[in-house]
């Protein structure tokens, strides 16, 4: 009789190719899925009835802040209790590694965590810390073009010069020699606006025949958008290294109804080259405070502030009537400080949502005391009100999204399937009643239809709690487990 560490059986696999669930059990076995399909002659020392509920593998959250917090909280509740079992950490030009805060602490890589948390000179120093955490999520990391430019630069409202991009290369190779799954830039922010297509370039150039990827928060999301997508698509086309739009958006009330223009650019690219994106699902962006989006025609919550930490959850209108003065007077008077701007069209977001090529990803800010609901609702949103209710995609194509598709993307090896030989990463809900309860007034909540998660192999979360047994890894590029 063959035997096996677990056995799930009375389920419906749902393997992430995108096919619909199909009846059958899986057999886990030393981490790694030992068997599917009928297993009624398998015995095991672990058995867990599924009650005819969906098994999927777990979800890989493509676009994440948790460069810290998976060392500061390894326990991962906001994600693992979303059925997630990979993070990809690094995005948006900020990251934990490489760092020497010598020259300062530029915004927004405050978003991750105070200064003394930055203690990670070298991205191998950095991987071995997550290592040692042994975090509850398997964690996967970009190099961040923000963090390379604050080591090498004196100040960062210019380009940089040939000698420091020399530097910045030096410490990106360091970092992929160590399995960085490539570059992420944050175009839009101050801090590396002023960086030049030529700077830009000569970084995503160190990328080819590493299978190291180029991801970007574009320099414009708003009325400039399609510009911006050309920048980034034409650095990808010079380099010939795939390129991942970050939360592709159309941002700004002038800019709602252009979807269709920005799809139309996406799709026009991936005919040339390899090009993907992802998108988080919800009508409203979370980020730091930025006057050059106060608009007093959107809804802007103020979710912390420095010099006035009391004012935590209000509007900023409400703010600004309270003090007598304009919102972006008010809006001077908060900063430093974080918002979340409700700035984005439901038709526009369900159009991006939709398109095969978007990938779903958090973009939750851990760190933040009033967090965005996307921090904790992210998956089980796109499973219960964009597919079981609103019918966006079906139930396979929502998790190809969430599982193989990211796994291809970023080159994590052996993840995203529920196939023979895999790492045992899944997730058990039930897909009648998954659904995310977490809300902008009240957001720390976990989501509701998440049975289990097994993260390589480890029973990690059941039934709306944290097991206490950790089995998370970190993961380098094109590693096989």
Known sequence: MPTCDTLIHNIQILDGSGHEPQPGGVAIGHGRIQALGDLRGYSSAEALDGNGHVLAPGFIDVHTHDDLYVIRAPEMLPKLSQGVTTVIAGNCGISAAPVQLKRGFPEPMNLLGGEDAFRYSTF??????????????????????????????????????????????????????????????????????????????????????????????????????????????????????PVIVSHLKCAGIDNWGHSREVLQSLESARKQQAVG???????????????????????????????????????????????????????????????????????????????????????????????????????????????????????????RKMTSLPAETFGLRNRGRIQEGYCADLVLFDPDNVRDIATFSDSVRPSVGIEAVWVNGVLSYRDGSCTGRRGGRFLSRGAIA
């Open 277 to 399: 994106c992802d998108c988080y699902p919800y009508a409203a962006s979370s980020s730091m405070l930025d006057l050059r989006q106060v608009d007093e025609r959107v809804t802007i919550t103020i979710t912390w502030s420095r010099p006035h930490p009391e004012i935590a959850g209000k509007t900023l209108a409400e703010i600004a009537a309270i003090w007598g003065e304009a919102q972006l007077e008010a809006a001077r008077r908060l900063q430093p400080a974080g918002a979340i701007y409700h700035c984005i069209s439901e038709d526009d977001l369900r159009a991006i949502l939709q398109h095969p090529a978007t990938m779903i990803g958090s973009d939750g800010l851990p760190n933040d005391p009033l967090p965005h609901p996307r921090l904790w609702g992210t998956f089980p949103r796109v499973l219960g009100r964009y597919c079981r209710e609103e019918r966006l995609f079906s139930l396979g194509q929502a998790t």
């Open 124 to 241: 191998a120093e950095y991987a071995a810390a997550v290592a040692e955490a042994r975090p509850g999520v398997n964690v996967a990391a970009l190099v961040g073009h923000t963090a390379l430019r604050n080591n090498h630069m004196d100040r960062l409202d210019r380009a940089a010069t040939a000698s420091e991009v020399a530097s910045m290369q030096e410490q990106l190779r360091e970092a992929l020699d160590h399995g960085a799954l490539g570059l992420s830039t944050g175009l839009a922010y101050l801090s590396a606006h002023s960086a030049s297509v030529e700077e830009v370039q000569s970084l995503v150039d160190v990328l080819p025949g590493s299978g190291a990827v180029y991801t970007t928060h574009l320099r414009s999301e708003t009325d400039q958008v399609l510009p911006a997508m050309e920048e980034a698509f034409h650095v990808g086309r010079e380099s010939g290294v």
